[in-house]
């Protein structure tokens, strides 16, 4: 309960800024392109620290790694609500991500090792809280603390479940010895490529849309490093006996499967997460709490859902439970692709509970169906793929998702203004009708492309839900490649 309660708050942490860093901007006196690295920061430092965490844990124990980890989340947080600058906030973000980053694959590795294999569907549903349940509810929450307390509230709120998670951990984790002879043997080059591959992926993935792609230096070089050290990573982590993390494990056919099925779910929870708030901003003219309130509908709804699942389990199989939550999910998202000016929070109900349907079904299921068949050794590997891969998933998602709104926006647009002639006659009665309110042509003629724009915009978003929803189809499809579970083995008695 004590590391399922730090991947909550670990995973909360990477969402809960986006509804108020208007705020946090304006306190630091930074600009919107600026304010971007406040939450960039903590990703990258995030999924550098992931995949150390099997080590970590070899090196100084389960225990010692967990509580010392939580200490300097809890001093992150700290250190964030006092910021002074917006140089110290990037600072601490990335020490709060990093240190958070560990507790995220030790909730996964410590429900494969620790727990019984018939509280195992249990210990995931616990899992799946955190994965969907945290970044679902991390904006309303954000939004609500900042409009009604200030930004400070945001970290403050970490205090008080982080000491409560210290002591469980300190009570619930057995002690054990360190063993700092495993720095002779260490993969040293593994953790350097690893390390600069995937900070600087994430950047890339991040800053690439802001600074245009390929046309920045800055970004054709991150681009460059990542794919050099990434390469590296995977050709020493093949000819090592004894890996990081043991790249073989994405030829076993499930956990491969379930892999591609992890980037598409990073790619629907992430981008659901990033699209809706930015779509109810822009062209609705939504408040941080208002975006809060439809956000809501995806996030409480999984309280009461999650604990079903095991059950549901118990009378269908998990590939076809999971199948179902991705066409759930999937569903919901090409039904958001159906916008317009009337399309606000109240229509987003019925689709956002679809999704809170889905996305439980899916994380429960996957992470049983992934490691059915892999052995408890390789236990921290698989909790470290599996975490980076849906993480990744989400920065994918994202940096393609804001690069395509850009894209058809201005296709749409250059589609709608060549429409807007004055031998049409529905554009005459229109321009004619602006005018007797505006006052004069040129007001007019700007309200029209205005218009226009606006609906070359909701045109984009559209798009943008159906890439979604085809990135979830083919997730389902991958799960529905999966072997069965093995002949005796009950639901959650995998390794």
């Known amino acids: 309960m004590s590391v399922m309660l730090g991947a909550f708050m670990a995973v909360l942490d990477i969402q809960i800024t986006n509804s108020?860093?208007?705020?946090?901007?304006?306190?630091?006196?930074?600009?919107?392109?600026?304010?971007?690295?406040?939450?960039t920061s903590y990703l990258v430092a995030e999924i550098i620290m992931i995949p150390l965490t099997a080590w970590l844990v070899q090196l100084l124990s389960a225990r010692r790694l967990a509580v010392w980890v939580?200490?300097?989340?809890?001093?992150?947080?700290?250190?964030?609500?006092?910021?002074?600058?917006?140089?110290?906030?990037?600072?601490?973000?990335?020490?709060?991500?990093?240190?958070?980053?560990?507790?995220?694959?030790?909730?996964?590795?410590?429900?494969?090792?620790?727990?019984?294999?018939h509280h195992r569907a249990k210990g995931m549903a616990l899992f799946a809280m955190t994965a969907t349940f945290a970044p679902s509810i991390g904006p309303t929450l954000g939004g609500w603390l900042t409009e009604n307390y200030g930004w400070e509230y945001?970290?403050?709120?970490?205090?008080?479940?982080?000491?409560?998670?210290?002591?469980?951990?300190?009570?619930?984790?057995?002690?054990?010895?360190s063993h700092w002879e495993l720095l002779k043997s260490t993969d040293y080059l593994g953790i350097a490529t690893l390390a600069v591959g995937l900070g600087c992926l994430q950047v890339f993935l991040e800053?690439?849309?802001?600074?245009?792609?390929?046309?920045?230096?800055?970004?054709?070089?991150?681009?460059?490093?990542?794919?050099?050290?990434?390469?590296?990573?995977?050709?020493?982590?093949?000819?090592?006996?004894?890996?990081l993390i043991n790249l073989r494990i994405l030829g076993e056919r499930n956990f491969g499967l379930s892999s591609i099925s992890s980037v598409g779910m990073g790619v629907g929870?992430?981008?659901?997460?990033?699209?809706?708030?930015?779509?109810?901003?822009?062209?609705?003219?939504?408040?941080?709490?208002?975006i809060g309130e439809v956000i809501m509908?995806?996030?409480?709804?999984?309280?009461?859902?999650?604990?079903?699942?095991?059950?549901?389990?118990?009378?269908?199989?998990?590939?076809?439970?999971?199948?179902?939550?991705?066409?759930?999910?999937?569903?919901?998202?090409?039904?958001?692709?159906?916008?317009?000016?009337?399309?606000?929070?109240p229509q987003f109900n019925h689709v956002q509970l679809l999704r809170a349907l889905g996305q439980p079904m899916i994380m429960v299921t996957i992470s049983l169906i992934a490691t059915v068949y892999i052995q408890p050794k390789d236990a921290g590997s698989a909790s470290s793929l599996f975490n980076i891969l849906r993480n990744l998933g989400g920065a994918i998602g994202i940096a393609l998702l804001s690069t395509?709104?850009?894209?058809?926006?201005?296709?749409?647009?250059?589609?709608?203004?060549?429409?807007?002639?004055?031998?049409n006659p529905q554009v005459a009665e229109r321009m004619a009708l602006y005018t007797d309110k505006l006052g004069n042509e040129?007001?007019?003629?700007?309200?029209?492309?205005?218009?226009?724009?606006?609906?070359?915009?909701?045109?984009?978003?559209?798009?943008?839900?159906?890439?979604?929803?085809?990135?979830?189809?083919?997730?389902?499809?991958?799960?529905?490649?999966?072997?069965?579970?093995?002949?005796?083995?009950?639901?959650?008695?995998?390794?």
Not at 20 to 39: F, P, Y
Not at 279 to 286: K, N, R, S
Request: hydrophobic share 50%; charged share 10%.
């Open 297 to 345: 509908w995806m996030g409480i709804p999984q309280l009461f859902l999650i604990p079903l699942v095991p059950q549901l389990m118990k009378i269908m199989p998990p590939k076809l439970l999971c199948a179902a939550g991705f066409g759930l999910f999937g569903f919901a998202s090409f039904a958001s692709g159906v916008l317009n000016l009337d399309f606000s929070g």
């Open 20 to 39: 108020s860093l208007k705020d946090i901007q304006g306190a630091l006196s930074a600009t919107l392109e600026e304010g971007s690295w406040i939450s």
């Open 404 to 423: 395509l709104l850009d894209a058809r926006t201005k296709v749409y647009f250059d589609y709608l203004r060549e429409a807007i002639v004055p031998s």
């Open 70 to 117: 939580s200490c300097g989340f809890l001093i992150a947080s700290m250190l964030c609500s006092m910021a002074w600058s917006l140089n110290s906030m990037i600072v601490f973000r990335a020490l709060q991500g990093f240190t958070g980053g560990a507790l995220i694959p030790l909730a996964f590795t410590m429900t494969l090792i620790k727990l019984p294999t």
């Open 269 to 290: 929870l992430y981008g659901s997460i990033y699209l809706l708030p930015l779509y109810l901003a822009q062209i609705q003219g939504y408040n941080s709490q208002q």
């Open 207 to 243: 800053e690439g849309h802001r600074e245009d792609w390929l046309e920045s230096h800055l970004i054709v070089g991150l681009g460059s490093v990542a794919l050099i050290s990434l390469l590296t990573f995977v050709i020493v982590q093949l000819s090592k006996p004894e890996p």
């Open 154 to 177: 945001i970290f403050y709120i970490n205090i008080p479940p982080g000491l409560l998670m210290i002591a469980g951990l300190l009570y619930g984790l057995e002690k054990k010895a």
């Open 442 to 495: 040129t007001a007019a003629l700007g309200k029209l492309s205005e218009i226009a724009h606006q609906q070359a915009t909701i045109m984009a978003y559209n798009d943008a839900f159906h890439f979604v929803g085809i990135a979830l189809a083919i997730s389902m499809i991958a799960v529905l490649l999966t072997k069965a579970l093995p002949q005796g083995v009950k639901p959650g008695a995998a390794h």
